[in-house]
């Protein structure tokens, strides 16, 4: 009888046959015997159709790719057969990973997905392409670097995206910082390439380790007329005074190649206005700022209609600590919270918002208390009966929240939530703000004479409070940037006519005439500065005469335009009227609320073509640097940059 061989499974070599007669009987009889008895065998792993189990000449036991012959170690007690299915999904001369590199595969259109929203799209397999999204990846969703070792991630990029060879730790660092220098190259090509000056954002924050951070951010309008906010540097400074800060935007500027800046806009620090005058007394002689910086030092308005709100607070303290004394002693642990929601669900009152507290140092915080608390007068009423220490507690402290306190509450929640929305507004920087600085100005005039006549005698004495801090910084024409106005005369909704009424209706006709006139003496000085000069104008004419030379056809179509102005001046005489004129001369568009004012310039640039090189830089200013500290605090350097935020 021949023993059967030693097998290695993957390569069986078939055991020599013994006659067919003993052979079933020794099978019937064995199969007997085991009936019911033996052990069910093992399921056996898939990744054993791609590899053969052999024996190498160490005598270890190997798992060979039946497709590039490279061997594993295939002890599954020890290593399992995770590698081994890596491997296949990998292993570029498996049939199921050889695809053709011309063929592109058909992707579907996908929502919320840059650039997949609304139509087809053809998809190859791309090394290089994935870790570009996969380091976006890292950066947008602020991810450590770390998270490309984890088990979980590679599991899901074996079953998405076998053929991915997932870079480590180090390699996705390099690849962060590769896509920070790829951004930053692109957009110094970006300024490089746009003709419009440069207008700065930058705020400056203390980090819980001390250490003090500058933020600058520069605004300006491309040639395709889009508004762009893009971080210059995010770096730890040494001190909060006003010419560190100064030699730090300017070599900042310098490193990126900015010659030409606009507008500065910062808080009223007065740091602040050291930095600037340090700014103009840099740039004024390289000819890099507009009327020799006269213009160059903006005011955050949001930080001015913080002060604002501030002083009227002041005022209303009373019912405002004793609403608030109210929400802190519910907070205060989460047993009386809970019996708190439940008095909410038994009074049935239906708001989704909870109980938050105010941040001293931020006023609209006290707005989002006061607008949330004010939901839940009948809750705190019946809190009340059912913990006996509320009002003895609240009684130690400013006292009970009465009707004429919660009475208070509303009409000041009300009265904050257009100053609320105003800061909202002009903090935006993703669309224009500047052309509406004069609009929200107004209205917040508005809204504090009318409620310097409220039959409250409290609400009376707060808004007149605010109405002198209004006129600190906005009662005189000469403390305030006079770009602001300018702005709002390039919207072609407003003008001059639209400013001259609404200067009329807040102060007195003589001083309105009197900001007009300065008004309209900056807008021509303005102008005229950014009129081409005579010799760029003749320069470019001989340029274009030069060229036309050799064209027969062009050459005489010009001399008969020649011919048909020279007809015209005798008959009409030469038309003196400026490019200005004519523009303040025409109907005012609609105010609707839809209107695109960067679309309306970049269609009528060819007609106004100086109004619209000042519309590109003026309009570009922002009036707030709000978003610019939340960014500051959370270093969202990147994010800006490539476009997310």
């Given at each position: 009888?021949?023993?059967?061989?030693?097998?290695?499974?993957?390569?069986?070599?078939?055991?020599?046959?013994?006659?067919?007669?003993?052979?079933?009987?020794?099978?019937?009889?064995?199969?007997?015997?085991?009936?019911?008895?033996?052990?069910?065998?093992?399921?056996?792993s898939e990744v054993w159709s791609h590899f053969t189990k052999i024996i190498?000449?160490?005598?270890?036991?190997?798992?060979?790719?039946?497709?590039?012959?490279?061997?594993?170690?295939?002890?599954?007690?020890?290593?399992?057969?995770?590698?081994?299915?890596?491997?296949?999904?990998?292993?570029?001369?498996?049939?199921?990973?050889?695809?053709?590199?011309?063929?592109?595969?058909?992707?579907?259109?996908?929502?919320?997905?840059?650039?997949?929203?609304?139509?087809?799209?053809?998809?190859?397999?791309?090394?290089?392409?994935?870790?570009?999204?996969?380091?976006?990846?890292?950066?947008?969703?602020?991810?450590?670097?770390?998270?490309?070792?984890?088990?979980?991630?590679?599991?899901?990029?074996?079953?998405?995206?076998?053929?991915?060879?997932?870079?480590?730790?180090?390699?996705?660092?390099?690849?962060?910082?590769?896509?920070?220098?790829?951004?930053?190259?692109?957009?110094?090509?970006?300024?490089?390439?746009?003709?419009?000056?440069?207008?700065?954002?930058?705020?400056?924050?203390?980090?819980?380790?001390?250490?003090?951070?500058?933020?600058?951010?520069?605004?300006?309008?491309?040639?395709?007329?889009?508004?762009?906010?893009?971080?210059?540097?995010?770096?730890?400074?040494?001190?909060?005074?006003?010419?560190?800060?100064?030699?730090?935007?300017?070599?900042?500027?310098?490193?990126?190649?900015?010659?030409?800046?606009?507008?500065?806009?910062?808080?009223?620090?007065?740091?602040?206005?050291?930095?600037?005058?340090?700014?103009?007394?840099?740039?004024?002689?390289?000819?890099?700022?507009?009327?020799?910086?006269?213009?160059?030092?903006?005011?955050?308005?949001?930080?001015?209609?913080?002060?604002?709100?501030?002083?009227?607070?002041?005022?209303?303290?009373?019912?405002?600590?004793?609403?608030?004394?109210?929400?802190?002693?519910?907070?205060?642990?989460?047993?009386?919270?809970?019996?708190?929601?439940?008095?909410?669900?038994?009074?049935?009152?239906?708001?989704?918002?909870?109980?938050?507290?105010?941040?001293?140092?931020?006023?609209?915080?006290?707005?989002?208390?006061?607008?949330?608390?004010?939901?839940?007068?009948?809750?705190?009423?019946?809190?009340?009966?059912q913990d006996t220490n509320f009002r003895t507690e609240l009684e130690r402290?400013?006292?009970?929240?009465?009707?004429?306190?919660?009475?208070?509450?509303?009409?000041?929640?009300?009265?904050?939530?257009?100053?609320?929305?105003?800061?909202?507004?002009?903090?935006?920087?993703?669309?224009?703000?500047?052309?509406?600085?004069?609009?929200?100005?107004?209205?917040?005039?508005?809204?504090?004479?009318?409620?310097?006549?409220?039959?409250?005698?409290?609400?009376?004495?707060?808004?007149?409070?605010?109405?002198?801090?209004?006129?600190?910084?906005?009662?005189?024409?000469?403390?305030?940037?006079?770009?602001?106005?300018?702005?709002?005369?390039?919207?072609?909704?407003?003008?001059?006519?639209?400013?001259?009424?609404?200067?009329?209706?807040?102060?007195?006709?003589?001083?309105?005439?009197?900001?007009?006139?300065?008004?309209?003496?900056?807008?021509?000085?303005?102008?005229?500065?950014?009129?081409?000069?005579?010799?760029?104008?003749?320069?470019?004419?001989?340029?274009?005469?030069?060229?036309?030379?050799?064209?027969?056809?062009?050459?005489?179509?010009?001399?008969?335009?020649?011919?048909?102005?020279?007809?015209?001046?005798?008959?009409?005489?030469?038309?003196?009227?400026?490019?200005?004129?004519?523009?303040?001369?025409?109907?005012?568009?609609?105010?609707?609320?839809?209107?695109?004012?960067?679309?309306?310039?970049?269609?009528?640039?060819?007609?106004?073509?100086?109004?619209?090189?000042?519309?590109?830089?003026?309009?570009?200013?922002?009036?707030?640097?709000?978003?610019?500290?939340?960014?500051?605090?959370?270093?969202?350097?990147?994010?800006?940059?490539?476009?997310?935020?």
């Amino acid at each position: 009888m021949s023993t059967e061989p030693t097998s290695i499974e993957g390569s069986v070599t078939p055991p020599t046959s013994i006659d067919s007669e003993n052979s079933g009987v020794g099978a019937s009889s064995q199969a007997n015997v085991t009936t019911g008895k033996r052990k069910a065998t093992p399921q056996r792993s898939e990744v054993w159709s791609h590899f053969t189990k052999i024996i190498n000449s160490e005598g270890a036991s190997k798992a060979k790719c039946n497709y590039c012959q490279k061997e594993f170690c295939c002890d599954v007690k020890k290593n399992g057969t995770g590698s081994l299915k890596y491997h296949i999904g990998s292993c570029k001369k498996n049939p199921s990973n050889v695809v053709d590199p011309s063929q592109g595969q058909l992707v579907l259109p996908r929502k919320g997905v840059e650039g997949g929203e609304g139509h087809f799209s053809t998809w190859r397999f791309d090394q290089e392409a994935c870790r570009k999204g996969l380091a976006q990846m890292i950066v947008i969703d602020e991810l450590p670097f770390k998270f490309v070792e984890s088990e979980g991630f590679k599991k899901f990029m074996f079953v998405a995206c076998p053929r991915f060879h997932i870079p480590s730790r180090t390699t996705m660092t390099r690849d962060v910082y590769q896509l920070y220098l790829d951004e930053r190259v692109k957009i110094k090509q970006l300024l490089r390439s746009s003709c419009s000056r440069v207008c700065l954002t930058t705020d400056t924050w203390t980090s819980l380790q001390r250490v003090n951070y500058l933020c600058i951010t520069a605004h300006f309008i491309d040639n395709d007329w889009k508004l762009n906010k893009k971080i210059l540097n995010f770096c730890p400074i040494s001190s909060h005074k006003g010419e560190s800060i100064g030699m730090v935007i300017e070599k900042c500027l310098l490193n990126w190649g900015i010659d030409k800046l606009f507008t500065v806009t910062v808080d009223n620090a007065s740091s602040n206005d050291v930095a600037i005058g340090y700014l103009r007394k840099k740039f004024n002689p390289r000819g890099g700022l507009v009327q020799n910086g006269k213009y160059l030092h903006m005011r955050c308005m949001a930080h001015i209609v913080n002060l604002i709100v501030v002083e009227g607070l002041k005022e209303m303290n009373k019912s405002v600590e004793r609403v608030k004394g109210a929400v802190r002693y519910v907070r205060q642990s989460p047993a009386r919270l809970q019996k708190f929601k439940e008095c909410v669900v038994v009074e049935k009152i239906e708001c989704k918002k909870m109980l938050c507290l105010d941040v001293c140092t931020r006023w609209n915080s006290t707005y989002l208390m006061l607008d949330t608390a004010q939901n839940f007068e009948r809750a705190f009423e019946r809190f009340e009966e059912q913990d006996t220490n509320f009002r003895t507690e609240l009684e130690r402290g400013e006292g009970w929240p009465s009707v004429d306190d919660w009475t208070n509450v509303r009409d000041l929640r009300d009265f904050l939530e257009y100053f609320y929305e105003v800061t909202l507004r002009i903090s935006g920087t993703s669309y224009v703000t500047s052309n509406n600085f004069f609009y929200e100005l107004s209205e917040i005039d508005i809204l504090l004479r009318d409620a310097q006549l409220n039959s409250n005698f409290d609400f009376n004495v707060m808004a007149i409070k605010m109405k002198e801090k209004y006129d600190k910084y906005w009662g005189d024409i000469d403390k305030m940037n006079l770009l602001m106005f300018v702005a709002c005369v390039l919207d072609p909704r407003q003008k001059l006519k639209y400013l001259e009424f609404a200067l009329s209706e807040m102060s007195s006709s003589e001083k309105a005439y009197e900001m007009m006139q300065k008004l309209k003496e900056s807008l021509y000085e303005l102008f005229d500065e950014y009129k081409p000069s005579l010799h760029s104008t003749c320069s470019q004419s001989s340029v274009s005469t030069h060229v036309s030379l050799g064209e027969p056809q062009q050459k005489m179509k010009r001399r008969m335009q020649a011919l048909y102005k020279k007809r015209e001046l005798e008959i009409c005489g030469e038309d003196k009227t400026s490019e200005l004129d004519k523009y303040l001369a025409e109907a005012n568009e609609e105010f609707v609320e839809d209107f695109d004012i960067l679309l309306w310039w970049k269609v009528n640039s060819p007609r106004f073509p100086t109004l619209s090189k000042m519309a590109r830089d003026m309009l570009a200013i922002p009036v707030s640097t709000l978003l610019q500290s939340l960014h500051l605090a959370r270093g969202d350097v990147c994010l800006i940059n490539i476009g997310v935020l």
